[in-house]
Nanobody, 119 residues
Framework: VQLQAFGGGLVQAGGSLRLSCAAS????????IAWFRQAPGKEREGVSCIGSSGGFTYYADSVKGRFTISRDNAKNTVYLQMNSLKPEDTAVYYC?????????????WGKGTLVTVSS
């Protein structure tokens, strides 16, 4: 089971990025996928989660209205569209998988991708 987050980069405040979480070795469509982030010196934060069918979504208050999570099970990929980015969104972003959206109990973790938002 492998997950890989990619799509990070450097963007100016107010800009957009789309992160992708790709899976290999298992069918992503059977799992809920969550995005987390960790900024230097801060605790890891659960940002968003989507249920296996896409019918359930969760957003942290800090990103609600700016980030959108979606999935394309045919492509074995989950996306995090990030708009109106702020410097405080700067962090390493990770995706994780589990049978349901349980931000305290995700089973599989991928390597992160760095998002840097300049002011």
């Amino acid at each position: 089971v492998q997950l890989q987050a990619f799509g990070g980069g450097l963007v100016q405040a107010g800009g957009s990025l789309r992160l992708s979480c790709a899976a290999s070795g298992f069918t992503l469509g059977a799992y809920a996928i969550a995005w987390f982030r960790q900024a230097p010196g801060k605790e890891r934060e659960g940002v968003s989660c989507i249920g296996s069918s896409g019918g359930f979504t969760y957003y942290a208050d800090s990103v609600k209205g700016r980030f959108t999570i979606s999935r394309d099970n045919a492509k074995n990929t989950v996306y995090l569209q990030m708009n109106s980015l702020k410097p405080e969104d700067t962090a390493v972003y990770y995706c994780a998988a589990s049978r349901r959206c349980d931000l305290y109990g995700m089973d599989y973790w991928g390597k992160g991708t760095l998002v840097t938002v300049s002011s």
